[in-house]
Structure formats: structure tokens, C-alpha cells
């Protein structure tokens, strides 16, 4: 990519307010998103958090009163939690 493609591709920005339910994102294409999550790098070189993926529709549903309502934690295909260790 030259500078100006990845100047664009940076600068758009899409929030979803509505997810359907309904659809999944495809195996092979989580699989891509995940590695890309392992391998995003911390300013010093190591990775001092973990995601957790949430795809239990159950569990989605009882996070909803935790996430202030939003329904978009429970409509989603998979849930990305960061967790960072404070101490």
C-alpha cells in the first residue's frame, strides 16, 4: 500500500449501531481476525492483555444489563473482551 492508501484506510470509520442476529461471521474469516488480535503489538514488545471471545448467545444475553443496555453485545456474532492486568 502506498502512504495515501493507508492513510484512507486508517481514517474510515464505521460505528454499527444495529447487528443482525442472524448473521455469523464466517469461521475462516474469524480465524484471520483472531490471529490479528495475537498479533497486535504493545508499544514495548510484549502483549500484557488477553481477549476473551464470547460466542455463548446465552452469556451475551446476561452481559446486556453489564454493557448499559446496548443490545449490540448480544446481536453480535462474536463478543471481544480486553482484559488488562493493573497490577
Not at 22 to 49: R, V
Not at 66 to 71: A, V
Request: charge should be neutral; hydrophobic fraction near 45%; charged fraction near 25%.
Amino acid at each position: 500500500m502506498n502512504p495515501a492508501e493507508i492513510l484512507t484506510a486508517l481514517n474510515w470509520r464505521y460505528a454499527t449501531k444495529v447487528f443482525d442476529p442472524t448473521k455469523k461471521i464466517p469461521a475462516d474469516t474469524w480465524a484471520a481476525l483472531e490471529e490479528s488480535l495475537i498479533l497486535t503489538p504493545s508499544s514495548y514488545g510484549l502483549q500484557p492483555w488477553k481477549f476473551i471471545v464470547v460466542e455463548d448467545q446465552e452469556l451475551k444475553e446476561q452481559l446486556v444489563g453489564h454493557s448499559w443496555r446496548q443490545r449490540q453485545v448480544a446481536d453480535c456474532s462474536h463478543l471481544v473482551v480486553m482484559a488488562v492486568k493493573k497490577a
